[in-house]
């Protein structure tokens, strides 16, 4: 039996039905988004997604642009946070990346202010190099607040004593996904519950119909791929091709076990560089997420689970599972009248809590993209020209975190150390360590401050500083410093315990007293 969705399924016409080939968390942020914008225009949603297939819970932790994204929904965002459990990010502490025994952080926000037209960092170094000490936590208030487990909502309007502070959100993959079902549904979309046995490849590049298990078939007008890693319809039936950057992003697989949750649930990311990778610890309401993400070359499945459980600092509370993936990306994310969103346009390893914004973004793109007659090939080609660039930007801030590394103790890091990188990123680091100066290109996602954190955390030290720093009297910089100084002090000491904060103002009702 074969179910025409609304639309002739041709791409002649304005797109009046979608179809969405499965759930988890890039489905239903498709569908949730989709459904809020569209709603009214006649354009009927269907998300297919089968009750027997489990979903990989892509991310626990987001970034700041989270909040743009409720707010796009139309969700309320403390009743989000009660919801999938979770909990507020100031940024990630980085632990033995740079060498054993050495942290970071790289905090939302910024550090101090601009002067004269002149980022901060800048003067900063003009600091350290007439020998003062100063250190982050003294003129960020992110890490000032993340070091004290410290948390308050800014002020109604939105400004924080002591500069800019930013925060995101550490929850429950799984529950953000029944949220966004809930609130997708609640918009109109439709939810079939189906196991899809293959798609149809009708004339050209595009998708007629997919297929079911039970012998009926659903037709659209476009297709949103969301089916994780195997790219049911970007890959097997569309053939894009696939861009493997194993050669920069060794790390191919991930093992996850969950423990309680803390007695101190801190509001921060740790990330600590392991033998053969890196493992997360995420801090959740209702309990703490943990995995070991790994490269296979350089250490076997069994060993990477016992050197996991070896750093939860307690039993799991789950089995541990293993994921295995390709990081890298599609070379066509959008084909015909099909996009892949999610795994299966590509996957960049979690170090920078950035997959459910890359799918949140490519979703905001689309709809700007959306076809009002025939699908254009050069919407297509464009589309598919910045979602590379994304891509790519991202994966060369990942990459830096291998690269820039003293660390030589394993084969795994020597190998990173000695790797040959992009040379987009051969520049950047260059620049940086010629000049201090950054770039930000094309409305990228990670912004001036993020490079400079990770460059400093990772010993990419600049030679000299802007010139224009140097003009700047030194009690007018000691000035300067100690106001900013005072001011983040006092921040932190009037703002409440994190754990504290989260459990009065948007706690789940079913959490356990830690």
């Known amino acids: 039996?074969?179910?025409?969705?609304?639309?002739?399924?041709?791409?002649?016409?304005?797109?009046?039905?979608?179809?969405?080939?499965?759930?988890?968390?890039?489905?239903?942020?498709?569908?949730?988004?989709?459904?809020?914008?569209?709603?009214?225009?006649?354009?009927?949603?269907?998300?297919?997604?089968?009750?027997?297939?489990?979903?990989?819970?892509?991310?626990?932790?987001?970034?700041?642009?989270?909040?743009?994204?409720?707010?796009?929904?139309?969700?309320?965002?403390?009743?989000?946070?009660?919801?999938?459990?979770?909990?507020?990010?100031?940024?990630?502490?980085?632990?033995?990346?740079?060498?054993?025994?050495?942290?970071?952080?790289?905090?939302?926000?910024?550090?101090?202010?601009?002067?004269?037209?002149?980022?901060?960092?800048?003067?900063?170094?003009?600091?350290?190099?007439?020998?003062?000490?100063?250190?982050?936590?003294?003129?960020?208030?992110?890490?000032?607040?993340a070091e004290d487990n410290k948390f308050a909502f800014p002020s109604p309007d939105g400004n924080w004593p002591g500069g800019a502070v930013a925060y995101a959100l550490h929850f429950d993959a799984g529950l953000v996904a029944a949220f966004l079902r809930e609130h997708a549904e609640a918009a109109g979309v439709e939810r079939l519950d189906r196991r899809i046995l293959r798609a149809e490849r009708g004339e050209g590049e595009h998708i007629a119909a997919v297929h079911f298990d039970n012998g009926e078939s659903l037709s659209a007008d476009f297709y949103i791929d969301c089916s994780g890693f195997r790219g049911l319809l970007i890959e097997e039936a569309l053939e894009a091709g696939f861009d493997d950057w194993r050669r920069w992003l060794p790390c191919d697989r991930a093992v996850a076990a969950p423990t309680a949750a803390q007695s101190v649930r801190a509001p921060y990311t740790v990330a600590t560089a392991r033998s053969a990778g890196w493992q997360w610890r995420i801090p959740l309401q209702h309990r703490t997420g943990n995995g070991l993400v790994y490269c296979s070359d350089f250490i076997r499945d069994d060993d990477a689970a016992e050197e996991l459980r070896e750093g939860l600092g307690g039993p799991p509370i789950a089995n541990p599972r293993v994921l295995r993936f390709t990081p890298g990306l599609r070379k066509r994310v959008w084909i015909g009248n099909c996009l892949a969103l999610g795994l299966s346009a590509g996957v960049l390893e979690p170090l920078e809590s950035t997959s459910i914004h890359l799918i949140?973004?490519?979703?905001?793109?689309?709809?700007?993209?959306?076809?009002?007659?025939?699908?254009?090939?050069?919407?297509?080609?464009?589309?598919?020209?910045?979602?590379?660039?994304?891509?790519?930007?991202?994966?060369?801030?990942?990459?830096?975190?291998?690269?820039?590394?003293?660390?030589?103790?394993?084969?795994?890091?020597?190998?990173?150390?000695?790797?040959?990188?992009?040379?987009?990123?051969?520049?950047?680091?260059?620049?940086?360590?010629e000049t201090g100066r950054i770039f930000r290109k094309n409305e990228e996602l990670f912004a001036e401050n993020s490079?400079?954190?990770?460059?400093?955390?990772?010993?990419?030290?600049?030679?000299?500083?802007?010139?224009?720093?140097?003009?700047?009297?030194?009690?007018?910089?000691?000035?300067?410093?100690?106001?900013?100084?005072?001011?983040?002090?006092?921040?932190?000491?009037?703002?409440?315990?994190?754990?504290?904060?989260?459990?009065?103002?948007?706690?789940?009702?079913?959490?356990?007293?830690?």
């Open 1 to 145: 039996m074969m179910t025409q969705v609304q639309g002739e399924g041709t791409g002649a016409n304005p797109v009046r039905s979608i179809c969405i080939v499965g759930g988890g968390t890039a489905g239903w942020s498709a569908a949730a988004l989709l459904a809020r914008v569209l709603r009214g225009s006649g354009c009927r949603i269907t998300l297919v997604e089968s009750s027997d297939i489990p979903t990989v819970g892509v991310g626990e932790a987001t970034i700041p642009p989270i909040f743009d994204f409720l707010r796009n929904i139309g969700a309320d965002e403390v009743a989000f946070i009660r919801r999938c459990q979770a909990t507020f990010k100031l940024g990630i502490q980085f632990r033995d990346w740079l060498h054993r025994g050495h942290s970071y952080w790289h905090p939302f926000g910024n550090l101090g202010v601009t002067i004269n037209q002149r980022p901060f960092h800048h003067y900063y170094w003009k600091n350290l190099a007439e020998g003062h000490d100063e250190g982050l936590a003294d003129l960020c208030p992110s890490v000032a607040l």
């Open 451 to 514: 490079w400079v954190q990770v460059m400093m955390g990772q010993g990419v030290t600049p030679r000299s500083y802007h010139p224009v720093a140097a003009k700047l009297r030194p009690q007018e910089l000691e000035h300067l410093l100690t106001t900013l100084r005072d001011q983040v002090s006092r921040t932190v000491s009037a703002l409440p315990d994190h754990g504290a904060y989260v459990a009065r103002y948007c706690g789940a009702q079913d959490v356990a007293a830690a």
């Open 360 to 433: 949140q973004r490519a979703v905001l793109r689309i709809l700007r993209m959306l076809p009002a007659g025939a699908i254009s090939p050069r919407d297509i080609a464009e589309f598919n020209d910045q979602q590379m660039a994304d891509m790519e930007q991202i994966r060369d801030f990942l990459i830096l975190h291998y690269k820039a590394t003293d660390r030589r103790d394993t084969p795994f890091w020597r190998h990173c150390a000695s790797m040959s990188v992009p040379d987009s990123l051969t520049h950047r680091i260059e620049l940086f360590r």
